[in-house]
């Protein structure tokens, strides 16, 4: 019952700037940590961004970005806590990829645990 939807994808040359967002829904209990992960044609999936529950204590919001996108890159939720964004300035060839949106849900009436929710993968890709 709970789903992942992505948004945002498309062609861009170098340069230039995307939004990807990612909205949860379904039967939530609770979301944890929210993040962005791409995949390479051949290669598993690798994380670009990664961002805690604001309201947790354990994490605050805190974020993590892989080396190759900082400083282009940013990672946010809304205030609701259920969408998360990924603005990508200044994109490169290299980023092109299928980037997928993960969630760790809790889900109403299951185990006391979270488990990993991936959204249904957006093509970027970027030309020179």
């Known amino acids: 019952q709970v789903q992942l939807a992505e948004s945002g994808g498309g062609l861009a040359q170098a340069g230039e700037s995307l939004r990807l967002s990612c909205t949860a829904s379904?039967?939530?209990?609770?979301?944890?940590?929210m993040g962005w992960y791409r995949q390479f044609p051949g290669t598993p999936r690798e994380l670009v961004a990664r961002?805690?529950?604001?309201?947790?204590?354990?994490?605050?919001?805190?974020?993590e970005y892989a080396d190759s996108v900082k400083g282009r890159f940013t990672i946010s939720r809304s205030n609701s806590y259920y969408t998360v964004h990924l603005q990508m300035n200044d994109l490169k060839p290299e980023d092109t990829a299928v980037y997928y949106c993960?969630?760790?849900?809790?889900?109403?009436?299951?185990?006391?645990?979270?488990?990993?929710?991936w959204g249904q993968g957006a093509q970027v890709t970027v030309s020179s």
């Open positions: 993960l969630a760790q849900i809790v889900v109403a009436g299951g185990i006391n645990r979270p488990r990993d929710y």
């Open positions: 379904g039967n939530i209990f609770s979301i944890n940590a």
């Open positions: 961002i805690g529950d604001p309201g947790s204590i354990n994490y605050g919001g805190s974020t």
